[in-house]
Structures are given as structure tokens and as C-alpha cells.
């Protein structure tokens, strides 16, 4: 499992310098070069990273605003590829993680996104999600506990099957055990989401800091477990 990144912008050039530099790290790369098909794109998929070409695309600039605005990207590693028009600063009020100034050069490329490589593993590890098979006990207030499967796994949440109705907002202790870790938690949460044919998602609203310790680590090891040699180092540290 590689890294995902967005390139929008039509430069060829930029292109190839950037592909070389990003593929060497395990990021694939996905190339937009309109800024407004790349902004449905950033409306529908989560990246890792995602380049936009600031000052020889037209509203460039604007897209990188707009970025921090989107559900799916708000958090995603930017990087704004500036050519004279707006400064460094501008680009980082803007939203910028990463400022790349054309000319660019296979060395400076790779110096930056080795710099962020980081920060792009542990946005994937925020949102990386473990399927699982887990048997699930629902614990609620004055009611009988229920037994459920937790299809998935996050740091914030999980998926759930359960054959009771679970209304949205519905709060809750979920009781578990993470497969291959022996390891047992009981965290608060709410449903976020259900589609009425009994899956529920379930967002965590309450976790022990030893309880998100242990989930972390856990969720850490099924990260490291599916991702390239070159990124399995990175992932430890997040």
C-alpha cells in the first residue's frame, strides 16, 4: 500500500521532476490540470498529499484555500508550487504546508517531500481504517447489552453490524478485543451514521489515554504491516 498524492497542474515539466521524486518514496501520483476538475476530485477522494501548481494555473492559488475547506483533504499535506507570483508566505497563510519554487530541481524535490514524507504517513495513519471481524458488545444506559461485529477500526471510530436499530446520535459503551493482541478496551462512543439495514458507524467520543495508547500502537503495527519496506520506519514514528 503506497501513499496517494494529487498533482494539479498542466506544467509537463514540473511533472517530471516531481513523478521521479515521489515514486522513489512509494507515493503514487495522480495528475488534474484544471483546477476545476481537480477541486471535484479533492471533494470525492482523500490524498495524502496533494501539489498545486499556484502561479501557472489559473486560481491556483484559491484552490489551495479552498483545500482546508473540503471534508475529505482538510488535513492533507499541501504543497504550493509557487513561480514568482506569490510569495512564500502568501502560500503558507494560504494553507500551505510546503512551498516549491519553479525552477525546480530533482535535488530540491526530493529534499522536500523526504522533509514531508513524515507528515504524509501519519495523515494516512489518521484515517487508515483495519477491517476486522470482531465480535462487539454494546453496552447502553437501562438496556439489556447488545451483541454486534465491528467490521473496521479506526483511531476515531469503527463500523459496526448489529441487528437492533442504533439511532444516530445514539451513546453508548462499546466493549472489544483487538484480534492478534489479547488486548481488551471499553471506549465511549455515538453512532454517527446508520443506513437502516443494521450498519452503524460509530464515532469514539470517550477514550482513556491507556486505552488510545494500546489502539494506536495496534492500529500502528496493521499500518506498518501493509505498507512498502521504504515507508514502514515512517509509520513507526507517527
Request: charged share 20%.
Amino acid at each position: 500500500m503506497n501513499l496517494d498524492s494529487l498533482l494539479i497542474s498542466r506544467d509537463a515539466a514540473l511533472l517530471g521532476v516531481l513523478r521521479p521524486a515521489l515514486e522513489k518514496i512509494s507515493v503514487n501520483v495522480q495528475v488534474c490540470a484544471e483546477t476545476q476538475p481537480g477541486s471535484e476530485m479533492l471533494a470525492r477522494r482523500k490524498f495524502d498529499a496533494v501539489i498545486i501548481d499556484c502561479d501557472d494555473l489559473q486560481n491556483g492559488v484559491d484552490l489551495l484555500r479552498t483545500l482546508r475547506q473540503t471534508q475529505s483533504n482538510a488535513r492533507s499535506v499541501a504543497f504550493a508550487v509557487v513561480n514568482g507570483k506569490t510569495t512564500t508566505q502568501d502560500a503558507f497563510q494560504s494553507g500551505a504546508n510546503f512551498v516549491l519554487q519553479k525552477p525546480l530541481t530533482p535535488l530540491h524535490a526530493a529534499r522536500c517531500f523526504n522533509a514531508a514524507l513524515n507528515f504524509m504517513v501519519r495523515e494516512r495513519r489518521r484515517y487508515f481504517r483495519h477491517p476486522v471481524d470482531m465480535p462487539l458488545r454494546i453496552i447502553l444506559p437501562h438496556s439489556p447489552e447488545l451483541a454486534a461485529t465491528a467490521t473496521n477500526v479506526s483511531e476515531g471510530g469503527m463500523a459496526v453490524r448489529v441487528l437492533s436499530k442504533l439511532p444516530k446520535d445514539t451513546q453508548a459503551r462499546f466493549g472489544f478485543t483487538l484480534p492478534a493482541a489479547n488486548i481488551s478496551l471499553e471506549l465511549k462512543g455515538e453512532v454517527a451514521w446508520a443506513d437502516g439495514t443494521g450498519h452503524v458507524g460509530i464515532r469514539f467520543v470517550e477514550v482513556p489515554q491507556s486505552s488510545q495508547y494500546q489502539l494506536d500502537k495496534w492500529l500502528t503495527d496493521r499500518l506498518q504491516d501493509e505498507m512498502p519496506d521504504r515507508l514502514q520506519g515512517y509509520a513507526a514514528l507517527t
